[in-house]
Structure formats: structure tokens, C-alpha cells
């Protein structure tokens, strides 16, 4: 507990004492990404922005060489109000071993070089999580950042640093300092427990001798709106503020009321297509089943099963095919459903305030009171999109 604690105490001094042992940017390097997306914002539409990396896509795809996600199970401790995971229609289970072996097998075939153990389900849950990591170590597939809400870890420490040559980060979801809002966002879970799961992780990461690198993501909505800013410093004995990072909240889950109540930019919502991931990513869930969709809550994007053919065939089979046409000519009728019904914000409203944070804790190393301040101030002119009186308030 003392170490956590020391640690603690030079990150806040390091933070905002206004010195530091490590050289010390200009302020305008903070400044210069938050101005251009500030000017991108005012200048260039939602849609026109959001569709202009589509120009050149066709229905052909290159299969990613990189990163193949492989769900392990569905099931999660928590039924989180932007995931509400209780509302997939599949048998909740964990991946068949023979199965998850044939997937791996498949996905290195394929060239790929990482994978993740999640979709809709936290892989800390997965009472055979050894078996699978040992299946990825002799298959020498690493596991990219194994992401979880941090509940869980005290019953899976050994494990996490035997296999620590598998895992190469670790990425916690965090997205409130204070009880009510936590148990309120992250249903069913209890922040004074993740503290003290959090503790004896970072205990045991400081006396590693080869630590894992940690992120930590927070989903912004406005029921933490008004604390965000203090995430970095509460949760500083964990990650190193830059290390985390801010999205607002899309309609991913298969509800969409919560998205609709509850993001901070309800009239600035728009259709999620054409949707990147056809072109970028493939999930394999548990049930062997190919998806092109990080949140496939009832296999509503499938277009492929392993075993049928090579994965490099089936990305490009004529299912996908169809799909991606579909939402390159925006014919909704087409397209899977789970994509008819998908929302999301200017993804650069997510880079912006990502940038901002960054700037008040790493550049200027302001208290997170100011930030905050700062934080509320620009919430309506980013709703009436008036992003002048944004970079006013920001201080271009």
C-alpha cells in the first residue's frame, strides 16, 4: 500500500507543482491540434468529414493483417448502462477450446499478429482464461491490451503476470471519481472495490520486472460530464495522464435509449455508415461465427464461420461484399440491421476533448478544477457548435 501511495504522491507533485525533471513543451504544441480541430469543426460538415475517407473503398477488402478479435465469452460481472450486455439475445457461454485453437490457427494463417479476448464480455470472467492464454503462447498470437473494468483482477493476478509474455498491456474502463456516478454508469459494480482491486495490481506492476504498460478509457456521457476532468489525477497511481483516453458515448448497444438521453451532443447525432469496421476489423465470436462488428450483441453482422474457407475468402465473400455496398450507397434497407439502428458523434469531438485534457494536464499542468471549469464552459457552444467562443474559453 505504500508504494501505491508514494507513487501517488510524486505523480501529483509531478502533475501540478509546475516543475519537472523531464523537459517541458512550449504551451503552443498543446495548442496547435485543438486549434485545427476547432477550424476543421467550423469549416468542414459532420457528414462530409465522416464520408470523406471513403472515397476511394471499394467492396473488395484487404483482410486486417494485424489485429483479429476473438470473443472468449460473453458475459460480463456488470451490466453497464452504454453496454447494457444483459440485452444480447445469445446463450451467454464461454468458446469451445478446440474451437478458440482452430480460430488462433486460422487467424496466424492469415498473417495476423494480435488479437483481443473481448466483444461484449469482460474476459477476467472467463473461468478458463489460463487455457486460452496457453493456447496463444504456443501459438505465439499476443494479446494486443486485455481490457477489462478492473472488478475482477484480485482473482487473477498470478495468472496475469505468468502470462505476462502473452498480455502486452493492460486496459482498464474508468469513467468516474465519485460512487454515485460510478454505480450509476457501471451497473452492478462498486468504485472502493475497483480501488482496492486496482491497489494490489499496481503493487504487483511496480515490483515487476517487466511491468505492463496500462491504459485506462473513459466513456463521456452526461451523467460524468461533470467530473471527467478529474479522472487523470484520481486514478494518476495507475497511469500517467497520458495514457488516458476520452470517447463519447454512441448507440452501439442494442438500446438505444440511453444514447438518446444521455450523450452530451443529442442534435448533433448521425448514422454511423459508412462504417470503417467492414473494411478494418473481424471479430470471431464464441460461437465460431465472423462478424465485422465490435458490439455484435445477437450475431446480427455475420458473414462467415471458421473452418468454411480461409478467413482472407470469407472477408471478402459476397455477404460483406453486399454490406460494404450498402453503406457506401447509403441503401439502409441492405444493410445488417444492427447498422439501421447505429448512432454516433463527430468522432472529432472526441479528439478535441481528448486534446484539451492533454493540454491542462500535460502541457500547463493546471489543477483539474480549472479544467473542469473550462470543461463546462464549452459544453453548450460545442452543442450550438459555436467553436470560436470554444478556443476563447480554451485560451487561443
Known amino acids: 500500500m505504500k508504494s501505491v501511495i508514494d ?95 482452430e480460430t488462433v490457427k486460422a487467424s496466424v494463417a492469415a498473417g495476423i499478429t494480435r488479437t483481443n479476448l473481448h466483444t461484449i464480455g469482460d474476459p477476467l470472467m472467463n473461468k478458463k482464461l489460463r487455457d486460452y492464454l496457453a493456447i496463444l503462447r504456443q501459438y505465439k498470437l499476443p494479446v494486443n491490451a486485455l481490457s477489462t473494468n478492473g472488478l475482477l483482477l484480485e482473482r487473477h493476478l498470478d495468472l496475469l503476470f505468468e502470462y505476462r509474455d502473452v498480455i502486452r498491456s493492460m486496459r482498464f474502463s474508468i469513467d468516474a471519481v465519485n460512487p454515485e456516478t460510478y454505480a450509476k454508469i457501471r451497473v452492478g459494480g462498486n468504485l472502493k472495490s475497483l480501488h482496492e482491486n486496482l491497489i494490489q495490481f499496481v503493487t504487483r506492476n511496480n515490483q515487476a520486472e517487466n511491468p505492463y504498460p496500462i491504459g485506462i478509457n473513459a466513456v463521456v456521457s452526461m451523467d460524468n460530464y461533470h467530473e471527467i476532468a478529474f479522472i487523470p489525477m484520481v486514478f494518476s497511481y495507475v ?19 440511453y444514447f438518446n438521453t444521455k450523450s452530451c451532443f443529442p442534435m448533433q447525432a448521425r448514422s454511423a ?39 482472407e475468402k470469407l472477408f471478402n465473400g459476397p455477404l460483406i461484399q453486399s454490406w460494404r455496398q450498402a453503406h457506401l450507397t447509403g441503401d439502409f434497407d441492405r444493410m445488417p440491421s444492427a447498422c439501421q439502428t447505429c448512432y454516433c458523434v463527430d468522432p472529432r469531438l472526441d479528439q478535441l476533448l481528448h486534446a484539451i485534457i492533454q493540454y491542462f494536464y500535460v502541457d500547463i499542468r493546471k489543477h483539474p478544477v480549472y479544467l473542469q471549469s473550462v470543461l463546462d464552459q464549452m459544453l453548450p457552444c460545442l452543442q450550438a457548435k459555436d467553436y470560436g467562443t470554444v478556443g476563447k474559453i480554451v485560451g487561443l
Not at 52 to 70: R, W
Not at 282 to 305: A, M, P, Q, S, W
Request: glycine content about 6%; some cysteine.
Open 239 to 257: 497511469a500517467r495522464p497520458e495514457k488516458f483516453t476520452f470517447h463519447h458515448i454512441s448507440s452501439l448497444s442494442p438500446d438505444n435509449v
Open 273 to 311: 455508415t459508412p462504417c470503417d469496421m467492414l473494411w478494418n476489423s473481424i471479430y470471431t465470436l464464441k460461437e465460431g461465427v465472423l462478424t465485422c462488428c465490435c458490439r455484435d450483441y445477437n450475431g446480427d453482422n455475420v458473414f462467415g464461420k471458421i473452418g468454411e474457407d480461409s478467413l
Open 7 to 101: 507513487h501517488l504522491q510524486a505523480n501529483l507533485r509531478r502533475l501540478f507543482s509546475g516543475t519537472s525533471s523531464e523537459k517541458r513543451k512550449p504551451e503552443v504544441n498543446g495548442l496547435n491540434p485543438i486549434k485545427k480541430l476547432l477550424h476543421s469543426l467550423e469549416t468542414v460538415s459532420a457528414d462530409a468529414y465522416h464520408k470523406e475517407s471513403f472515397q476511394n473503398h471499394q467492396t473488395i477488402a484487404t483482410l486486417p493483417k494485424k489485429m483479429g478479435e476473438i470473443e472468449i465469452n460473453d458475459s460480463c460481472n456488470l451490466n453497464c448502462s452504454m453496454c447494457q450486455t444483459a440485452l444480447s439475445t445469445r446463450q451467454k457461454g464461454l468458446m469451445n477450446l478446440d474451437l478458440f485453437e
